[in-house]
């Protein structure tokens, strides 16, 4: 199970639908509980395999709500041109590259990474994106560490 450490400040339900409301979105519950308990911060273990070919990537960061360096409404508005509509950042690896979730069915609830070195053109256009989790909660079941030293 991941450890979550360097949390923000504690949030309450109705700072999460504010946030809902002023990004126009719908979080899952799964999503919704994470912030809760945890509010973005990092993570221990912090590897996560993108797919075979592609290999492994390390999770940087999860993004919060709040007055943080690592706010979530600031990389929604960074990324709101560049990400396929129904996706949100929720973290990302040293590289630049973004952890999302699907806020939009057919992909409501489920965790992709977006590789920033093969971004399409066209936003929507999701060449490069991968899936990783079908929720946030496997994605964080999935963690591992580099065992090879």
């Known amino acids: ?9 504690n949030l309450s339900l109705e700072q999460i639908e504010i946030f809902e409301n002023e990004n126009n979105i719908k979080l899952t519950k799964k999503y ?10 990092k993570v221990i273990p912090n590897l996560f395999m993108i797919f075979n070919e592609q290999g492994p990537s390390v999770l940087n960061v999860f993004y919060g709500i709040g007055d943080m360096y690592d706010n979530l409404t600031d990389f929604i508005e960074i990324m709101d041109e560049r990400l396929p509509v129904g996706f949100i ?11 999302c979730l699907g806020t939009k069915e057919p992909y409501y609830g489920k965790i992709y990474f977006w590789d920033h070195e093969q971004e399409p053109e066209d936003p929507d256009d999701m060449s490069n994106m991968y899936f990783l989790a079908d929720s946030i909660d496997e994605f964080l079941d999935n963690l591992y560490e580099d065992t090879e030293e």
């Open 1 to 9: 199970m991941a450890k979550i450490y360097g949390s923000h400040d």
């Open 32 to 41: 919704v509980n994470f912030l809760l308990k945890w509010n973005g911060g």
């Open 89 to 99: 950042p929720i973290g990302d690896d040293p590289s630049g590259n973004v952890i």
